[in-house]
């Protein structure tokens, strides 16, 4: 198979969603593949401003498409993750009229994302589905504190003030206080613009 016809990997697909999230929503924090025990592992979620959570699902074929369909949290989908959700393939594989109530798509061709369908503003996380993804954030956060043992995630997040001791009072170039970068997940957003890359 040549180069141009190669089928696209799900690997690509997953960072081309990742990549999205970031430029596209803005999403601020974004995780991609994690396990939990909740069950749902999504391919990528994001969270921007508010805490409203954005959910891509990535599937290659529409074999992949059909299965997700009879996942449990996808038969009750107030159980699943996600304030607006997503689905991401290859261009042609999911036809805008199967998508599920309130569901958006992505489709991937010729290394570009065009949103095809986007999904309302509507909220679609239930407290059931918050409280999954608090579990998701924590069991990733609890990842990073043993890669960073014998530190706390605490200590490791104080850094920066280490770098000012060592810089003689002052942040080293470059680097921002806390108080400078800001957090965009405690700001109301201004304006919610989605546009194609």
Request: proline share 7%; aromatic share 6%; charged share 25%.
């Amino acid at each position: 198979m040549s180069r141009s016809t190669a089928p696209v990997q799900h690997a690509v697909l997953v960072r081309k969603a990742v990549e999205w999230l970031r430029r596209n929503y803005r999403c601020g924090i974004i995780l991609s593949e994690q396990y939990c025990a909740t069950g749902e592992v999504p391919d990528a979620i994001g969270w921007k401003g508010q805490s409203r959570s954005v959910v891509v699902e990535c599937k290659m074929s529409r074999a992949d498409f059909l299965a997700d369909a009879r996942k449990e949290f996808r038969l009750h989908p107030e159980l699943g993750l996600g304030s607006e959700r997503l689905y991401m393939a290859p261009a042609g594989v999911i036809s805008p009229n199967e998508l599920p109530p309130s569901w958006g798509l992505l489709e991937y061709s010729r290394k570009v994302v065009r949103l095809v369908v986007k999904p309302p503003r509507r909220d679609l996380r239930t407290p059931a589905g918050m409280m999954k993804e608090m579990n998701l954030l924590l069991a990733s956060l609890r990842r990073v504190e043993v890669r960073i043992e014998p530190q706390s995630i605490t200590d490791f997040l104080k850094w920066k003030n280490r770098m000012v001791e060592y810089n003689g009072g002052s942040l080293p170039e470059g680097l921002l206080s806390e108080a400078a970068e800001g957090n965009p997940h405690l700001t109301l957003e201004v304006t919610d613009a989605v546009t194609e890359c």
